[in-house]
């Protein structure tokens, strides 16, 4: 939340993504708190540590002061407290948290923890669910992955070739 | 960065650790916290601090773009791949349990297993060149 803050009214940008990547650890060890080891590894690695890096490879590519704008705040401070005014009122439906007889523990849930031993034989259960019960999920973000790869290979992964100002005229159709 | 030797040293030290720390949540995946996803970015962590360090050309002489365009493609593969093979021995799509007749339960330790290798070579490959490409156009 201090760090949301800060980011908020920070203009140098490289201590921006140092708060991001803060962020990131801290909510990493809120996630070890609510017992998601799996996704509290994830975000570790990928939110503070790789995803810091990109960033910071993006800022020397550009720049890294934010250009002051021009234009009124108060336009997005309206959409942004209106959708969020939306989020807080649609939590207000949810069942309470932790609680045994949510929905969410009354679906699939049992089964996953009670059959997977039986079913998959292997004792992590995030494992077997991310892998085989929702196998198709994780191929998605496989080829997620892959797409973002190519994109950005082809965006900047290219040889650089320097053309004459003028080539772009003859090019055009 | 020919000057920082405490840093190299350092590196050279810890470069083994983290390689082998990736493989480790890699396969180790099926017991504690961990998978491909986790293992290729710690994998391609660790090759990013050796290209900050020993500098880009050597690390683009031990990942060449078309090994890391092949890794990238090949995760992919593996993974429908497995998909695939699964259909055509009879069962669901990504059903491992058909991969061993006999036994569902062992089909499903090498359906896992196979899947996990795959999301994890790609997802190294990708974070590697990304950054390599970020790097280079950068100089």
């Given at each position: 939340m201090v760090t949301a803050v800060a980011v908020i009214r920070m203009r140098d940008l490289f201590a921006i993504v140092m708060l991001f990547g803060i962020y990131s650890l801290v909510s990493a060890g809120l996630f070890v708190v609510l017992d998601a080891v799996d996704v509290a590894f994830t975000e570790a690695s990928v939110g503070a540590g790789v995803a810091t890096v990109f960033m910071l490879g993006t800022l020397a590519l550009t720049t890294s002061r934010e250009k002051p704008s021009s234009r009124s705040p108060f336009l997005p401070l309206l959409v942004v407290f209106i959708t969020g005014a939306a989020l807080i009122y649609g939590t207000?439906?949810?069942?309470?948290?932790?609680?045994?007889?949510?929905p969410i523990h009354k679906h699939v849930a049992p089964h996953y923890i009670e059959e997977s031993g039986a079913e998959?034989?292997?004792?992590n259960i995030v494992t077997s669910v991310l892998a085989s019960y929702r196998g198709y999920d994780t191929l998605g973000e496989t080829a997620v992955i892959f797409t973002a790869g190519i994109g950005v290979l082809l965006l900047i992964g290219g040889a650089r070739r320097r053309k004459p100002p003028t080539s772009d005229k003859d090019s055009s159709p | 960065m020919k000057q920082y030797a405490v840093l190299r040293v350092v590196i050279r030290l810890l470069l083994p650790l983290i390689l082998l720390f990736a493989l480790y949540v890699q396969f180790h995946g099926d017991f504690g916290p961990g998978g491909g996803f986790q293992a290729g970015v710690i994998f391609g962590a660790g090759v990013v601090l050796y290209a900050l360090v020993f500098g880009l050309h050597n690390a683009r002489t031990i990942f060449p773009p078309w090994l890391l365009r092949l890794g990238m493609s090949l995760g992919v593969l593996i993974y429908a791949g497995v998909g695939i093979v699964s259909l055509l021995l009879g069962?669901?799509?990504?059903?491992?349990?058909?991969?061993d007749a006999h036994h569902p339960e062992h089909g499903q330790h090498l359906g896992i297993l196979l899947v996990e290798m795959g999301v994890g070579i790609t997802v190294s490959a990708v974070m590697i060149s990304i950054f390599f490409a970020f790097a280079w156009r950068g100089r």
């Open positions: 207000l439906d949810f069942p309470p948290f932790g609680d045994p007889n949510d998959i034989g292997i004792p | 069962g669901n799509f990504l059903g491992y349990g058909a991969l």
